[in-house]
């Protein structure tokens, strides 16, 4: 059974930072690319990151420059840094292997 499981959410202020985890078992981690959307209210799911297997990373334009994302196929897990963190970042974010999404963890940012 495929299991995503993202943490690491929370309330930030502006210009804060969070650290994404997205723990995942019963697949071939290390062959899939990983990616992070997310979600505002009244808003469609965008991406936000990916990472192939190789390594090679992509960014939408709204967050290039503040996440970084990373992975580690010791742990399966996939990670997203969030820097300089703004309001507009406010979202349920998801991890994402191939067709599957975990459960989303919710990210505000509000003083």
């Known amino acids: 059974q495929v299991q995503l499981v993202e943490s690491g959410g929370g309330l930030v202020q502006p210009g804060g930072s969070l650290r994404l985890s997205c723990a995942t078992s019963?697949?071939?981690?290390?062959?899939?690319?990983m990616a992070w959307y997310r979600q505002a209210p009244g808003k469609q799911r965008e991406l936000v990151a990916s990472?192939?297997?190789?390594?090679?990373?992509n960014y939408a334009d709204s967050v290039k420059g503040r996440f970084t994302i990373s992975r580690d196929n010791d742990k399966n897990t996939v990670y997203l840094q969030m820097d300089s963190l703004k309001p507009e970042d406010t979202a349920v974010y998801y991890c994402?292997?191939?067709?599957?999404w975990g459960q989303g963890t919710q990210v505000t940012v509000s003083s």
């Open positions: 994402k292997a191939n067709w599957f």
């Open positions: 990472i192939t297997s190789g390594g090679s990373t």
């Open positions: 019963g697949l071939m981690f290390s062959i899939y690319t």
